[in-house]
């Protein structure tokens, strides 16, 4: 079945830092991928999305590419800052008829030190 | 407008009794999801709703688990006798209408039940 793997955590940079966080994923057809971000104590919230192959999402700094010869979607962003320590989950969207559950990767948890 | 709303935030139960999570979707969207967060874990889908009617319930535990979602009111997820091992965050996610292109769907903050 589809499946989405990612980088373990947690992963600690300083402020300023480049981040890459992995994704990459086994999908029958062409589904779309996000990234979602959990910030402590709150719910999801959508960061980016790509429908289709060489897209580019990005957001606040973010940005991922999906990459249908790698199987890939990486989350990167040039100067991380302390307000974007969080959880990220990559995600894609199994496209079964009408249903378009999302598959899930276990999260990066990602801490910015000033 | 109106984000999903999700309630209660934070939900106690002793084992053995009911649980009831309410998600409100974001207005005019009528296809609803439920994914279960378990500690150190990622999200797994546990069921896909539209309007009257349970599309996709391959996620949801066979037994004490209900999912609904009324023609009129909030979409329900039930969980009867509860045990510890239900104690998770649940979010409700929903998106706007069959064959929408980009398949995004927009979450509620979540339930958090704790089962003591």
């Known amino acids: 079945g589809n499946s989405v793997t990612q980088m373990e955590g947690p992963v600690t940079l300083s402020e300023e830092a480049f981040l890459t966080i992995n994704c990459t994923y086994t999908a029958t057809g062409y589904p779309s991928l996000f990234w979602y971000v959990q910030y402590p104590g709150e719910g999801l919230q959508l960061l980016l999305k790509a429908t289709k192959a060489d897209d580019k999402g990005s957001n606040k700094g973010f940005e991922a590419t999906y990459r249908k010869e790698t199987t890939s979607f990486h989350l990167e962003k040039g100067s991380v800052q302390v307000s974007d320590s969080a959880v990220y989950f990559c995600?894609?969207?199994?496209?079964?008829?009408?249903?378009?559950?999302?598959?899930w990767g276990l999260g990066t948890s990602l801490a910015v030190n000033p | 407008n109106a984000g999903v709303m999700q309630n209660p935030r934070h939900l106690v139960r002793r084992r053995g009794q009911e649980a009831r999570l309410r998600c409100s979707p974001v207005k005019g969207h009528s296809h609803v999801y439920w994914y279960r967060q378990l500690p150190e874990e990622g999200l797994k889908f546990m069921v896909y709703l539209q309007k009257e009617n349970i599309i996709d319930e391959s996620g949801m535990p066979k037994e004490r688990f209900s999912a609904e979602f009324p023609k009129e009111g909030p979409s329900i997820l039930r969980i009867q006798q509860v045990v510890r091992g239900d104690s998770a965050a649940y979010f409700c996610?929903?998106?706007?209408?069959?064959?929408?292109?980009?398949?995004?769907?927009?979450f509620g903050p979540g339930t958090r039940l704790t089962v003591l």
């Open positions: 995600a894609l969207s199994d496209r079964d008829g009408n249903n378009r559950k999302l598959i």
């Open positions: 996610a929903s998106s706007p209408r069959v064959g929408d292109p980009t398949d995004t769907q927009y």
